[in-house]
């Protein structure tokens, strides 16, 4: 699992992404993971604190520093970091790599 850091009102701050991540954006958003719904702002900005809150248990930064407080350009590092996180940690590897030959058996159909 690949983490970054990124610094958000002053403060460095770890991002990656797991099950826990998902857990805590249950909490945050009282409803289940699905990645359709991260199209809104909302769902968007608690799957961030999710990872904020995961990967920085010791953090004072709150929801509301980040919404209120934070510059576009720090929310925008937050949700690429994020987003890149996700998509490598959901990247399932290749069962058969695609230059292995398929047994024989298989072939025939």
Known sequence: ???????????????GFN???????????????????LNSQKNSMAL?????????????????????KATAAEIS?????VVDAMEEWMKVPEVIPADEQKPDEEQKN
């Open 77 to 81: 590092a937050l949700g690429k970091a």
């Open 1 to 15: 699992m690949s983490e970054s850091t990124i610094t958000i009102l002053g403060e460095e701050i770890k991002i």
């Open 19 to 37: 099950m826990a991540v998902e857990i805590a954006y249950e909490e945050i958003a009282g409803k289940a993971f699905d990645l359709k719904e």
């Open 48 to 68: 961030y604190m999710a990872a904020i809150i995961t990967f920085n248990p010791d953090t004072k930064l709150t929801f509301d520093d980040i919404i209120m």
